[in-house]
């Protein structure tokens, strides 16, 4: 609170948001919510603590949607003072929260106000038997009984049960080599780690939670969405080795990350003609031309085991790749995308990249197409089908879900690489698919600067990500997921900001889409 500025009071904006009708109702929210809060952080405790007992007694008398949406605001003033679980604003709900209990007590069916009362309540891991108790009737879908479940539990330092939370446990069916994966890296943490990525999990979750109750008191509850591609009737199996030599179909494309000259194709990699730098195939056929530490010799006998080694873990570590896109990629999108109605299906998304690659392929018939960022390959399988898997690269560097894509892909030719150094020539490729990825580099300006440069005249791209939504507690939401590479929180775009790295980049906007948050983009390489 600034120096000499008047305490908040919540008389005049609670009197407001009571008296608000459906048409005003979500905007008198936003004024009382921000009466006391700014993306995440109470404007004054004191003030905040002091209007909480206004807020709970405003329960008596109030409808569904209202209800709801004093339960969002008073999970929002709890949580902004996590880690702490016993400050005085978190005390002062938890002193009052019979009046929440009581109205999800005795509840037999799923609605947008439960569905707020558990994002509220899942604050509260010292009330874990009374809220459990009260949620005994109702029946919550697994994802949300696991995400209510995990918000209640207290951290085991012994026993940590890290990095497999969000979107919800239940998401994450995982055997037990990847429980002794997961034990394996869990140990070389230290305690402060570990209390530090339980919190970022617990964010996540009540960032997951928090979203869907906001989008369900204004638009009822979610609709599921599947997807039917072939992709997933596909079997997955152990792919086949792929030699070196496999990779010179695209010798016109590929260069060497460190001086940018022409590559030569061997049977265990690919060395560079000007430095002599050698890229080896890794995990039986991926070629790995990212910026690791090398020698100019070849693979080694002893590193040959070790490859071995590696190769066993990738096994494991590979089905990453099915939890990212059977249960992961979904919820992301529903989250970022706003997307809880399924306005933007699998198929949409599928239609928009087969459609404009298909005819940017015909331009240039033979012409390399990138999948930048390809992760395991769930749209690789678009582009593949679009345009011929030979004219396909798919480059991600995360090897692992390079691993899963080969399982079903293995036409595909793979390349482990940045999308901050693209290890391609300039001018070479005919399209680039960059789909749900601007997001999640580490520079989205140099990212779409590097395709700029590797596109030929003429060439295309595809791009779908993400805008900040325009209300500020969603657009806290959106923020509040903390994942390994947005430590501090996600970030996301505003649509100008797009617009003018690609103008930077060379490349012109041709159509630009997108329902909820999305951004749906075609750009074009200017001649």
């Known amino acids: ?167 919800s446990p239940f998401d994450w069916d995982i055997d037990e080599k990847e429980r002794d994966f997961d034990r394996a890296w869990i140990s070389t943490l230290t305690p402060e780690q570990i209390t530090a990525t339980w919190e970022s999990d617990t964010r996540s979750l009540w960032a997951t939670a928090g979203a869907k109750a906001l989008w369900s008191m204004a638009n009822g509850l979610p609709s599921p969405v599947a997807d039917q591609s072939p992709y997933w009737s596909a079997p997955h199996q152990m792919p086949a080795i792929a030699a070196g030599t496999t990779f010179a179909r695209h010798e016109a494309t590929l260069r060497c990350t460190s001086c940018a000259s022409p590559l030569e194709f061997e049977k265990k990699g690919a060395r560079c003609g000007g430095c002599s730098t050698f890229y080896p195939v890794v995990l039986g056929g991926i070629l790995d031309l990212s910026r690791r530490e090398r020698s100019g010799a070849g693979v080694s006998d002893e590193a040959e085991d070790v490859e071995a080694d590696v190769l066993q873990n990738a096994a494991v570590m590979s089905t990453v790749g099915q939890h990212y896109e059977v249960g992961l990629r979904p919820a992301f999108l529903r989250i970022m995308g706003q997307n809880w109605d399924g306005a933007v299906t699998p198929a949409v998304e599928d239609a928009y990249i087969a459609e404009r690659l298909r005819t940017a392929a015909a331009t240039r018939p033979g012409g390399p197409i990138l999948d930048l960022a390809a992760g395991a390959g769930r749209w690789t399988w678009v582009v593949s089908d679009a345009v011929g898997a030979e004219r396909v690269i798919a480059l991600d560097l995360n090897d692992a879900m390079l691993h899963w894509l080969r399982g079903r892909l293995s036409q595909v030719s793979t390349v482990r690489a940045s999308a901050l150094e693209l290890p391609v020539a300039d001018g070479s490729l005919t399209a680039v698919n960059f789909w749900n990825a601007l997001q999640a580099v580490p520079d989205a300006a140099q990212a779409l600067r590097e395709i700029g440069r590797c596109l030929r005249p003429g060439g295309v791209l595809t791009l779908m990500t993400f805008r900040w939504a325009d209300d500020p507690v969603y657009r806290y939401f959106q923020h509040s997921h903390i994942f390994p590479a947005a430590p501090d929180g996600y970030l996301l775009f505003e649509p100008e900001e797009i617009r003018s790295w690609l103008a930077a980049a060379g490349l012109t906007v041709v159509e630009e889409s997108g329902p909820g948050t999305f951004v749906f983009l075609t750009a074009k390489r200017e001649g």
């Open 1 to 167: 609170m600034a120096p000499h500025a008047e305490p908040a009071t919540v008389a005049g904006p609670l009197t407001a948001f009571r008296e608000a009708g459906p048409e005003v109702l979500a905007e008198a929210f936003t004024r009382l919510v921000g009466t006391f809060w700014t993306a995440g952080a109470l404007n004054d405790p004191g003030s905040a603590a002091e209007a909480v007992p206004e807020l709970l007694a405003a329960f008596d008398g109030a409808d569904a949607p209202h209800r709801g949406h004093l339960a969002i605001a008073l999970g929002l003033f709890a949580e902004a003072e996590y880690p702490e679980l016993d400050g005085p604003v978190a005390t002062a709900v938890r002193r009052g929260l019979d009046v929440v209990l009581d109205q999800v007590r005795g509840t037999t069916t799923v609605t947008p106000f439960t569905v707020a009362a558990l994002y509220l309540l899942s604050h509260f891991p010292h009330e874990r038997d009374r809220v459990l108790s009260a949620f005994s009737g109702v029946p919550l879908n697994p994802d949300d009984a696991t995400r209510l479940d995990r918000g209640l539990t207290l951290l085991d330092p012994a026993d940590p049960d890290l990095g497999r939370a969000w979107p």
